[in-house]
């Protein structure tokens, strides 16, 4: 069982031991909130995006993580690729902390870290030069890695990626310019890109809400294609609980759900649709229409209030209890710790634990 008074980020949780391919240890990442001309004589405003995550990725890995917008899914991912750099706890990849390693304090070179951890973005025309050729562009992370090849080789790799992501004839689309291409097209030479590094570990964020419903599960299933082919690990980031339910659920992956900064809960897919053991994640489930869920399960919204809180001002103890329908005073004193149910299931919620005191206390009073 659980310990009555775990507190998140207190200790490794159930969702690290510290041994993964990248490994997070009681990770925050805060942010100032921007001041206006009046505030500059106050203390500034902090956002807690991230607030005591630990959690383990291991090869191979398949790793959903969803929640409301705003609740740190896109900060924790970058975060775990080293694109943003935690206030507290550490983020290593292979037993090296990687801000130690960019400060030249680990025997890994930092660059080496870069090319193993790379991203998808949600909108992937902004990230590729609209003056350069697909051609171009895919050839420079070639020339990062390998800086003898002729550009004969570079090319005929180039057209064989193209073609796996399935960009026939790839000698076409090799010679347009990211203008010339559909936002399918440019997400799949964004996924092309990211796979020439040979990456342990690719962060897709958002990558496929931007696209037509009709390609989402067609790009899902060439990133989940290209993962097992590659021996790359993947973060999935998404709102939709849909999207991360097919991605994990097809990846023989997990999916973390998120809120406010924390992981809540983290699992098998089928296992948290068909059981969920967090109250936030019984809502998420409520609010994803497509899931083909019992008509029973259709009524009022699995919670007390609509109003998501203000993360400069979290509430205290539990973070959902000023929405939880099943919260009680115990919930309003204590943050719950993300604790194993089984060894693919953790939960941060006291309702799993029946020794908890929270059974014994009394019910919040709207």
């Known amino acids: 069982m659980s310990q009555p008074n775990a507190a998140a980020g207190s200790a490794p949780d159930a969702g690290t031991d510290g041994d993964g391919l990248i490994s997070l240890e009681n990770v925050e990442v805060h942010f100032e909130k921007e001041q206006g001309l009046l505030d500059i004589f106050e203390e500034p405003d902090v956002v807690r995006a991230v607030d005591g995550v630990s959690l383990d990725i291991e090869e191979n890995d398949v790793l959903a993580l969803v929640g409301e917008s705003g609740c740190g899914k896109t900060t924790l991912g970058k975060t775990m690729i080293g694109l943003q750099r935690p206030t507290g706890g550490s983020v290593k990849y292979r037993g090296r902390d990687i801000w130690e390693t960019k400060a030249g304090n680990t025997d890994l070179s930092f660059s080496e870290i870069r090319s193993s951890l790379q991203i998808i ?3 992937p025309g902004s990230s590729l030069n609209p003056n350069r050729r697909i051609v171009e562009i895919l050839s420079e992370p070639i020339k990062l890695q390998h800086p003898d090849i002729s550009a004969s080789e570079r090319r005929e790799r180039i057209h064989s990626l193209l073609e796996r992501v399935g960009m026939t004839p790839a000698h076409d689309f090799s010679g347009r310019y990211p203008h010339q291409l559909s936002g399918g097209e440019k997400q799949r030479v964004a996924l092309a890109r990211a796979l020439l590094m040979n990456p342990d570990v690719i962060l897709a964020d958002e990558a496929i809400s931007a696209l037509d419903v009709s390609l989402r599960v067609e790009m899902m299933d060439l990133m989940l294609d290209l993962q097992e082919e590659f021996n790359t690990s993947f973060v999935f980031v998404s709102h939709d609980l849909s999207n991360a339910r097919y991605f994990a659920e097809h990846g023989d992956g997990r999916v973390g759900v998120m809120y406010l900064g924390n992981l809540v809960e983290v699992g098998p897919a089928e296992q948290l649709i068909n059981d ?3 109250p936030y994640t019984e809502v998420l489930r409520w609010a994803t229409p497509n899931l083909a869920l019992d008509a029973r399960e259709a009524g009022e919204p699995p919670m007390r209030k609509i109003d998501i809180p203000d993360p400069v001002d979290p509430p205290s103890g539990c973070r959902f209890h000023t929405r939880c329908p099943k919260a009680r005073e115990a ?8 604790q194993a149910q089984d060894p693919s299931h953790s939960v941060a919620c006291f309702r799993t634990d029946q020794s908890h005191e929270y059974w014994d206390s ?5």
């Open 276 to 278: 969920p053991q967090h």
């Open 362 to 366: 009394p019910e919040i009073e709207d």
């Open 121 to 123: 973005h949600q909108d």
């Open 331 to 338: 919930c309003t004193a204590q943050q719950p710790g993300l």
